[in-house]
Antibody, heavy 121, light 111 residues
Framework: QIILKESGPTLVKPTQTLTLTCTFS??????????VGWIRQPPGKALEWLAV???????RYSPSLKSRVTITKDTSRNQVVLTMTNVDPVDTATYYC?????????????WGQGILVTVSS | QSALTQPASVSGSPGQSITISCTGT?????????VSWYQQHPGEAPKLMIY???SRPSGVPDRFSGSKSGNTASLIISGLQAEDEADYYC???????????FGGGTKLTVL
C-alpha cells in the first residue's frame, strides 16, 4: 500500500521560510524511474506544480518559484523535503506531495492528503 | 495563467456523455503521449484517472476514457453519474520549462 503524508507548519509569517516534509511508505526513492513532487492549490484555485525530485537526485523546479524553492530527499528515511523562502500571503495554499512515474508515463499516481498552509502576520 | 487550457465548466445529465478538452502546444501535448487526468472532489486530494493519454489505472471505471488529437487532449466520461461531479485537471510533460504543466481545471456539474 502506497501512502504519502505531508507535515509541517500550518501558519507561517510573511518573509519566513516554510519547510514541508513528505513522508511516504510502500515504495523507495532508490527505485529507478520514480520521483516525488510537490503541487500546491490556493483556496478555490487550480493546481500548480512546484518541484520534483527523482531517484537519481535529478531535480526540476517551476520557473516561477525556482529562486525560492529547494527540494531534497532522504532515501533512508523515505522523506522528501520542500523549502520555500520569503513566503508571502499569496503562498497560502494546500500543499500536496505525490509520487511521480518518471520515465514511462510521467504522471502522479499517488497523492498525499495535503496540508493547508496559511501565510499571515 | 496555466500552461494548458481547459474550459472552466461543463455540465451534463445523468446517463449522458461529456468531453473535457485540454489544449497545449507542440512542446507538451502535441509532442508526447504523456497526458494525464485527475479528478478532485471538494476537500479531497486529486486522484489519477487517466495516464499516457488513454490508459486507466486499476479501479477507475471504464466510463472514463481519454484521447488526443494534435495539441488537444480530451477526457470523455460516458454514462454520467452523480458521483462524477468534481473538478478535473489535465497535465502534461513538457520538453521546455516548466517541466510539468497543469491545466486550469474544469468543474463538472451533473444536472
Amino acid at each position: 500500500q502506497i501512502i504519502l503524508k505531508e507535515s509541517g507548519p500550518t501558519l507561517v509569517k510573511p518573509t519566513q521560510t516554510l519547510t514541508l516534509t513528505c513522508t511516504f511508505s510502500g515504495f523507495s526513492l532508490s527505485t529507478s524511474e520514480l520521483g516525488v513532487g510537490w503541487i500546491r492549490q490556493p483556496p478555490g484555485k487550480a493546481l500548480e506544480w512546484l518541484a520534483v525530485i527523482y531517484w537519481d537526485d535529478d531535480k526540476r523546479y517551476s520557473p516561477s518559484l525556482k529562486s525560492r524553492v529547494t527540494i531534497t530527499k532522504d532515501t533512508s528515511r523515505n522523506q522528501v523535503v520542500l523549502t520555500m523562502t520569503n513566503v508571502d500571503p499569496v503562498d497560502t495554499a494546500t500543499y500536496y506531495c505525490a509520487r511521480r512515474r518518471a520515465v514511462v508515463g510521467r504522471y502522479f499516481d499517488h497523492w498525499g492528503q495535503g496540508i493547508l498552509v496559511t501565510v499571515s502576520s | 495563467q496555466s500552461a494548458l487550457t481547459q474550459p472552466a465548466s461543463v455540465s451534463g445529465s445523468p446517463g449522458q456523455s461529456i468531453t473535457i478538452s485540454c489544449t497545449g502546444t507542440n512542446s507538451d501535448i502535441g509532442g508526447y503521449n504523456y497526458v494525464s487526468w485527475y479528478q478532485q472532489h471538494p476537500g479531497e486530494a486529486p486522484k489519477l484517472m487517466i495516464y499516457e493519454v488513454t490508459s486507466r489505472p486499476s479501479g477507475v471505471p471504464d466510463r472514463f476514457s481519454g484521447s488526443k488529437s494534435g495539441n488537444t487532449a480530451s477526457l470523455i466520461i460516458s454514462g454520467l453519474q452523480a458521483e462524477d461531479e468534481a473538478d478535473y485537471y489535465c497535465s502534461s510533460f513538457r520538453s521546455s520549462s516548466p517541466h510539468i504543466a497543469f491545466g486550469g481545471g474544469t468543474k463538472l456539474t451533473v444536472l
